[in-house]
């Protein structure tokens, strides 16, 4: 499903985040991705979600090759991906629902299907009841989950979760990952950054560590 | 279709929220553009009407055609019955010698007269054209002298090739006026979204991450520029339509003065749903060039 060959990523200034990174990763994986900060987890998440373009080597994901693609195609592309982001990426000025609805809106769903969709991925996080209410009082690890529910509501065959449980207590972490095991057992091919490495020991699943911007196996 | 008609009123309804959250800013914006548009749209007008008076004036532009002085009073009938006839020709009438003389002495002129051991007159015919643009007149002009009997025609034209001059740089200041005022809305406008687009920039970046297209984020940022150019344009027409209210009265005495009868026009309709159109396009291009560069520098991070 992902396959990076020869995956080179440097920053203006010459700082190079990844160096000749080859990874495959099949359809259905659970994969943990480590590394101290600064080891390219990230880069390597946004390089996949075609956020960023690699600076040599290939990235193909879906049978599509991400470097290549046009401007006018991203959209479509990123729409069978969910992504989870550190800072959940929240819009403040509207409800729950509504931050929900924006990935089904875009993609032109709308009326009662959109939002029995909505619902339904409000469920799975356990925020139904809140469904009314501004993001911004909702706790860290709901804001999460708001996060999470917006990502997988419309139904993306790949999520890419960025350090989902950094800022979060023990319980809230497991909640989350217990959803995101859920989410992997009905053949969703999640690919997870962390750092916390006990999360990584209770739940098992591919590692995949980086150090320096290398692959190290 | 229909989820293109809910997606298009969810653009309208996020376009309209926004102005409700800004009131006072957008009253501003909408009061800038209104002017901006008043001004080259009054000026129009009063150009407009500045025509409509001229065009009651002119008729009154008059050629005397001297007859030669052996063409007696049947041969200047003859003519002005022969010119009457003409299509260009509003009327033309026969003054005889001693119309001609009574006229002087009426003038107060009766010292001079006297003196004269004869009336050194000619007949004369005077006609007023139809058509009073120079080109017509300059024709018609020609063809008078060579009119049988006819010995010198007499025509003031100059006033009105300055009139005509006069106009056609009005109206080449109306459409550099235009032109000018036109670019300040498209301005106005793409300033105003890019302080918008700097408020929701969080919303934009999000849109795109989770797969929005360019047109979707550009939407609503697309009616709001185009409802500010149309609620600019309604308060431009509505200034334009107060001047004219506030310059009836004055319009009017200076008229009376000139013992003559004018009606200060307003703006009429065609005129004021082009200017509408007009604003409104221009504001929906000055959002389009500013999203589309916001859109860009999003891309870059």
């Not at chain 2, 360019?214 to 609503?220: G, K, L, S, Y």
């Amino acid at each position: 499903m992902i396959e990076l060959s020869g995956v080179t990523k440097r920053y203006p200034g010459g700082h190079e985040a990844l160096s000749d990174v080859n990874l495959t990763i099949g359809q259905g994986e659970l994969v943990f991705l480590t590394g101290h900060s600064g080891a390219g987890k990230s880069t390597l998440l946004k390089l996949v979600a075609a956020i960023e373009r690699p600076t040599t080597g290939n990235i193909i994901v879906n049978s599509q090759n991400v470097g290549r693609l046009k401007r006018a195609a991203l959209p479509f592309f990123r729409r069978n991906i969910g992504l989870i982001f550190q800072d959940h990426k929240l819009l403040y000025d509207r409800s729950v629902f509504d931050n929900v609805l924006l990935p089904l809106h875009i993609q032109g769903f709308t009326g009662h299907d959109a939002a029995k969709r909505v619902r339904a991925a409000l469920d799975k996080v356990s925020l139904l009841k809140k469904e009314k209410v501004r993001p911004i009082t909702l706790s860290g690890g709901e804001q999460q989950r708001l996060c999470i529910a917006r990502a997988i509501v419309s139904r993306p065959a790949l999520v890419l979760a960025d350090e989902p449980t950094a800022n979060l207590d023990e319980a809230y972490a497991r909640d989350i990952m217990d959803m995101f095991r859920a989410f992997n057992e009905v053949g969703v091919t999640l690919i997870i950054s962390t750092h916390d490495q006990s999360l990584i020991t209770r739940y098992g699943g591919r590692t995949v560590h980086l150090a320096y911007g290398k692959l190290v196996q | 279709m229909k989820a293109w008609l809910v997606h298009h009123l969810h653009s309208l309804r996020i376009a309209l929220r926004r102005f409700q959250s800004a009131p006072l800013a957008s009253l501003f914006t909408v009061l800038v553009i209104g002017v901006a548009v008043a001004l080259p749209a009054g000026l129009y007008m009063l150009l407009d009407n500045l025509d409509r008076a001229a065009g009651g004036i002119t008729p009154q532009a008059e050629i005397t055609v001297f007859l030669k002085r052996e063409a007696d009073a049947d041969r200047g009938q003859a003519l002005a019955r022969e010119l009457q006839a003409r299509a260009d020709v509003a009327s033309a009438r026969f003054v005889s010698k001693q119309e001609g003389i009574d006229k002087l002495v009426a003038a107060g002129l009766s010292d001079i007269t006297a003196g004269l051991p004869d009336n050194p007159l000619p007949h004369a015919v005077v006609v007023t054209p139809r058509d009073t643009s120079p080109a017509a007149l300059q024709a018609l002009g020609e063809h008078l002298a060579q009119s049988e009997g006819a010995e010198r025609v007499l025509m003031d034209t100059e006033w009105i090739k300055r009139l005509s001059a006069l106009m056609d740089l009005g109206r080449d200041l109306v459409f550099m006026l235009s032109v000018l005022l036109g670019l300040a809305l498209a301005a106005i406008t793409a300033n105003t979204i890019r302080l918008q687009i700097y408020a929701q920039r969080d919303e934009i970046e999000v849109a795109r991450l989770i797969g929005a297209t360019d047109r979707f984020v550009r939407r609503p940022f697309l009616y709001f520029g185009g409802i500010q150019g149309l609620a600019g344009g309604l308060t431009g027409g509505a200034l334009v339509a107060l001047g004219s209210r506030l310059l009836e009265r004055s319009v009017e005495q200076v008229a009376t003065a000139y013992g003559a009868e004018f009606v200060l026009s307003g703006i009429d309709l065609p005129t004021l749903l082009a200017l509408l159109a007009l604003s409104t396009a221009l504001g929906w291009l000055g959002a389009y060039f500013s999203v589309g560069q916001a859109l860009r520098q999003v891309e870059q991070g």
